[in-house]
């Protein structure tokens, strides 16, 4: 599928199933895709300095490029 950075997709299986979206990253090696506020996935980072604070951090997760199509919104 010919898909890039940007493009407008509709999920077609899954927990996302129905959710439209842009897409923000691509991994090639892996065939998955970012897809913008899908997937969100909670992160804990750990302090790094002495006086700095640990905290938690939410990041859209991947799906593979199989469970996506292309939505086109234009008619």
């Given at each position: 599928m010919k898909i890039?950075?940007?493009c407008e997709v509709k999920i077609i299986s899954g927990k996302y199933?129905?959710?439209?979206?842009?897409?923000?990253?691509?991994?090639?090696?892996?065939?998955?895709?970012?897809?913008?506020?899908?997937?969100?996935q909670t992160k804990h980072v750990k302090p790094k300095q002495?006086?700095?604070?640990?905290?938690?951090?939410?990041?859209?997760g991947m799906i593979h490029q199989s469970n996506i199509k292309i939505h086109n919104t234009k008619k």
């Open positions: 890039k950075k940007g199933k129905g959710y439209q979206g842009k897409i923000i990253s691509i991994c090639k090696k892996t065939s998955r895709v970012t897809i913008e506020n899908c997937n969100i002495n006086d700095e604070k640990g905290y938690i951090k939410q990041i859209e």
